[in-house]
């Protein structure tokens, strides 16, 4: 699969487990609904500024829509880092179980992490 159809599939997976429309993202994030739809299709390549306001609408991290797209590398040694920041929270003795949890909330909302790893 190229990178623009696995973007593509994956920004529709995205959408639709937000229970948006094409219309209702491309409000969100200031694109017109036809370059969306494209853009779902792997038709047409968006930009990094685009695929910022893509993240930003859906409420995911744009590092990730850059590695879809092709425009960053995956890199193995960010899941390894995503494990030990989780490992730091759970064993740090002065945090409360409610503020360890709002910490991994706060965190796998900034990176996009899979909170099941």
């Known amino acids: ?7 593509g599939d994956y ?3 995205q959408r639709l487990s937000h229970r948006l429309s ?7 994030a200031g694109i017109s609904n036809p370059y969306l739809s494209q853009i779902e299709r792997g038709l047409k390549r968006p930009s990094a500024e685009i695929l910022q306001q893509l993240a930003k609408g859906l409420e995911v991290s744009a590092e990730t829509l850059y590695v879809k797209a092709g425009i960053l590398e995956h890199h ?3 899941e390894s880092t995503t ?3 989780r490992d730091a929270i759970a064993a740090d003795p002065n ?11 706060i965190y796998e ?5 899979d909170p099941q790893r």
């Not at 094409?22 to 969100?28: P, Y």
């Not at 909302?109 to 992490?113: E, K, L, M, Q």
């Open 22 to 28: 094409l219309r209702q993202l491309s409000e969100l």
């Open 109 to 113: 909302s900034f990176t996009g992490a």
């Open 11 to 13: 920004l529709r997976e």
């Open 76 to 78: 193995p040694e960010a």
């Open 1 to 7: 699969m190229n990178d623009l159809a696995g973007l």
């Open 83 to 85: 494990s030990t920041v």
């Open 95 to 105: 945090l409360t179980d409610r503020q360890r949890a709002t910490l991994l909330d």
